[in-house]
């Protein structure tokens, strides 16, 4: 059986990755449809061997479409997403618009499957932030062997977290570096990305913490556990696609490193990099367009009672929003459709 498949935002990076992705792996597809905002209308986007025409989202009946695969901003979100889900087509939401909703589930396959059931409260299904899938999808297997007490999370994140117009920037001011006269001012980022890092993501809160820390908090204790302490600080880098994460975690029971290797060298979705020696690890450019979130520099904390530090590496467009949203997908016909 074949289901009807909607992508919207479908001309931008997010969106075709899930274009790409749903043909990579084979998603049941009757009929697909891309849709992208009217000034869009008519761009040509590829789906495997076939290339679409966009439509005009704002026009576009949901009327017996299956699923929806939603990658536009929270403001269009808000305007479409209900409609779709009026319609009887589930949305898979990539925004942050509805994922701190109760009644709406907040979903990485490999860690709350179940939790896909819960679409039913209001047909629809919330993609957690990037950073913060990557980061469950490492820890949920050694939590649910020791019991996650506390976590201290470093993040260096790609600038196509940011969008195109980030990418777009930090290319022309490495170009403008060499080229006197040819300086490119900051207009994404608040400071220059090019050749430096910046330690805000998203808006400041009243803590001090970003809304991007805030958010790896608030939803890693929604998608695992509500008793986890947790602690962000989120970094913009100078890479264009592949978050990294320095990680650690402290645990209720000991937890040997040579154990945790084990445990994750057998986890869904994890591929374990880890040799004491140069380069015996996984950096952001080594994981572009692969599925997997890569685990390395896995060792003791001995700073800490049952300590260990991690180093975490994933495809921010893939497994950070496109892959995650095509496994709901897969998830929910599994579990629900033809379940």
């Known amino acids: 059986m074949g289901y009807k498949v909607a992508v919207v935002g479908a001309t931008g990076n997010v969106g075709r990755e899930m274009l790409n992705i749903l043909h990579e792996r084979e998603f049941p597809v009757d009929e697909i449809a891309a849709l992208a905002s009217r000034r869009s209308l008519g ?17 576009f009946d949901f009327e017996g479409w299956d699923i929806a695969l939603f990658a536009i901003g929270s403001e269009a979100t808000r305007q479409y997403a209900p409609r779709a889900a009026a319609s009887g ?10 994922r701190y909703e109760p009644d709406i589930p907040l979903v990485v396959p490999e860690v709350n499957p179940e939790a896909v059931e819960e679409y039913r409260n209001r047909n629809i299904i919330a993609n ?6 990557q980061m469950v999808v490492a820890l949920n297997p050694l939590h649910k062997r020791a019991r996650i007490k506390r976590v201290v999370v470093a993040t260096y994140q790609s600038v196509s977290g940011a969008g195109k117009e980030a990418m777009d920037e930090l290319w ?7 080229v006197p006269g040819q300086e490119v001012e900051p207009r994404v980022f608040p400071k220059q ?55 650690n975690v402290e645990f209720e029971e000991f937890l040997d490193e040579d154990e945790a290797r084990d445990i994750l060298r057998e986890a869904p979705g994890v591929l374990v990099i880890d040799k004491r020696e140069p380069g015996g690890y996984i950096t952001p450019v080594e994981c572009v367009g692969d599925y997997a979130t890569f685990v390395s520099r896995i060792r003791q904390d001995v700073t800490v009672e049952n300590g260990l530090n991690l180093w975490c590496v994933s495809d921010n ?19 629900v459709f033809e379940g």
């Open 193 to 247: 990305i090019a050749f430096n890092v910046i330690p805000q993501i998203d808006v400041f809160l009243d803590s001090g913490d970003t809304r991007e820390e805030w958010k790896m908090v608030a939803e890693t204790k929604k998608i695992m556990d509500p008793n986890i302490r947790l602690t962000a600080t989120c970094v913009r880098v100078p890479v264009f696609v592949g978050h990294s994460e320095a990680i």
């Open 172 to 178: 022309n001011q490495t170009k403008g570096i060499y």
């Open 89 to 98: 087509c589930v949305v898979i939401d990539n925004s942050s618009l509805y």
């Open 128 to 133: 957690p932030n990037c950073s913060t899938a």
């Open 43 to 59: 761009t040509e986007v590829s789906f495997g061997d076939r290339t679409l025409k966009t439509k005009d989202l704002d026009s």
């Open 317 to 335: 467009l893939r497994k950070g929003a496109a892959l995650n949203a095509v496994q709901i997908a897969e998830t929910l016909v599994e579990r």
